[in-house]
C-alpha cells in the first residue's frame, strides 16, 4: 500500500513523522513510521501539522515544502550530500542549491536538518510526493453545483398567529 503526502503528519515536540490510519470528526489514529509502528489517538492537546500544509519562507513569499522535496529528490536521489550533522554552512548551502530564492533571515540550519531527516523518512517509506490539487477542486466544484441544483429552496408555510388565551375573571 502506498503512502501518499496528504497523509502525512508532524507532531510538535516529537521526532519523526506519523501516517494517519483514520480520520473522522470524532478522533485521528496515527502510526509512527519507524521500525516500532506504535500507534496512537491524538489528542487533544497534540500540536499536528500536515506536512502538505508546511512551506519554507523564500524572498518573495513562500514555498511549499512538497516542491522542496520533490526538488531534492530530482536533484539528488536518495544520496543527500549533507547529514544532520554537517555544518550550518553546508546545510545552507544545499538547501540554496534546490531553493535559490530561499529567505536566509527565516530559514535557520535547525530548518534544514528537519527537512533532511523528514527527507529520508519519506524516501524510506516510499512516500508518494504528488498531489492531486486539480482533480480535487474540480470534484469539489462539481459537489458544490450539484448541491445547489439538488436543494431547491423549500417553500415558506405560512404560520398562522397563535391563539389568544383569554383569562377568567374572578367574582
Do not use: C
Amino acid at each position: 500500500m502506498s503512502i501518499g503526502i496528504k497523509d502525512v503528519v508532524a507532531i510538535t515536540g516529537s521526532p519523526g513523522l506519523y501516517q494517519i490510519l483514520k480520520a473522522d470528526d470524532k478522533a485521528i489514529v496515527i502510526e509512527s513510521m519507524d521500525n516500532k509502528k506504535r500507534r496512537q489517538l491524538v489528542k487533544g492537546n497534540m500540536m499536528v501539522t500536515k506536512l502538505v500544509d508546511v512551506s519554507i519562507y523564500t524572498e518573495d513569499d513562500s514555498e511549499p515544502l512538497v516542491n522542496v522535496l520533490t526538488a531534492v529528490k530530482e536533484k539528488y536521489g536518495s544520496d543527500l550530500p549533507v547529514s544532520k550533522k554537517s555544518s550550518n554552512d553546508e546545510l545552507m548551502d544545499f538547501l540554496r542549491e534546490v531553493l535559490p530564492t530561499l529567505d536566509d533571515e527565516k530559514v535557520y540550519p535547525s530548518n534544514v536538518k528537519k527537512l533532511i531527516s523528514w527527507y529520508k523518512i519519506l524516501e524510506e517509506f516510499e512516500v508518494d510526493l504528488t498531489i492531486e490539487e486539480e482533480e480535487e477542486e474540480a470534484s469539489s466544484e462539481e459537489k458544490t453545483e450539484e448541491k445547489k441544483e439538488e436543494k431547491p429552496k423549500a417553500e415558506k408555510k405560512e404560520k398562522k398567529p397563535a391563539a389568544k388565551k383569554t383569562k377568567k375573571k374572578k367574582d
